[in-house]
């Protein structure tokens, strides 16, 4: 049987979910390779048929075709964990709403700036310039002064305070107070010619095991958790691995559904077509 090739990021949450299937300690579970990459390459990458199952944002969706799969577990989606933007200056809201404002953003297909998109449309901002940029050299630009404000993702949440900066706005806490929803961030997507129950058992499965022995995914995790600390680590999978985790559900379809159809209707993405939501 030829090897699955799976994508996903080096960050802590997606690590402890894949490690078992990865590391072969999954009995009958399909043979895989693994590709570390950023959400930013993932999302385009997939749109041009790269990978067989990969983690993308769901704002990439609607730039993907029936030739993919939505699965309901692996994924990242939950409360109190969106994107914060992020500011090096005085002002209230580190210049955002003003002519020329320069922002760094993690990918210009991720859900942290489809979630911006709408804030700043409900908010009335004025035109900006983006700019993307690797989300772990966000921070240190915008401390330099090489933009007004960024966008972040992942365990900068945690960390933005070591480099001198302040939260502008958080984002999954405005979109939560405006719908009610969990914030959709991350969606496991498998092309529609693979059995994706059977990957999506796999996932669960995976994610099982690590729970059940956390200790054997520890040191992997730490490899390449690009220098965080063992409580940042643990504070990532805290937040980001729960039960929509595993299964996605009917309130995280709802939210994903919600997220993307009202972003439809403003033309700020196409009409979905992805199987599966």
């Known amino acids: 049987m030829s090897k699955l090739h799976l994508a996903h990021s080096p960050c802590p949450n997606d690590t402890f979910i894949y490690h078992a299937w990865t ?19 993932t999302n385009t990458a997939c749109a041009k048929g790269e990978f067989d199952v990969a983690k993308v944002s769901y704002a990439a969706l609607p730039y993907l075709g029936e030739e993919w799969r939505l699965l309901p577990a692996g994924g990242a989606l939950g409360r109190g964990c969106g994107p914060l933007v992020l500011a090096n200056g005085r002002s209230d809201r580190g ?8 922002i ?8 942290a700036f489809l979630l911006f998109k709408l804030w700043m449309d409900e908010m009335g901002g004025e035109d900006v310039t983006i700019e993307v940029v690797p989300f ?26 070591e480099y001198g900066l302040r939260s502008v706005v958080d984002l999954g806490e405005w979109w939560e107070g405006s719908t009610g929803a969990p914030i959709p961030l991350g969606a496991v997507i498998a092309k529609s010619e693979l059995d994706g129950e059977a990957i999506t058992e796999t996932i669960r499965a995976s994610l099982d095991h690590a729970r059940a022995h956390p200790e054997a995914s520890r040191a992997y995790i730490a490899e390449h958790a690009q ?3 063992e409580e940042v680590c643990r504070r990532h999978i805290d937040l ?5 985790s595993r299964e996605l559900g009917a309130e995280g379809r ?22 599966g939501l």
């Open 227 to 229: 220098e965080l600390s």
């Open 136 to 161: 772990d050299q966000i921070m240190p630009a915008v401390r330099a002064g090489r933009f007004d404000a960024g966008l972040v993702i992942h365990e900068a949440r945690f960390t933005y305070r």
């Open 23 to 41: 590391a072969g300690l999954l009995d009958g579970a399909p043979p895989v390779r693994l590709t570390f990459a950023d959400i930013d390459v």
């Open 240 to 244: 980001y691995v729960n039960e929509f």
């Open 104 to 111: 760094a953003v993690p990918s210009d297909r991720s859900t």
């Open 254 to 275: 709802a939210a994903v559904e919600r997220l993307l159809s009202g972003a439809a209707a403003l033309g700020l993405v196409p009409e979905t077509r992805v199987r």
């Open 95 to 102: 210049g955002i709403g003003r002519g020329g404002t320069r």
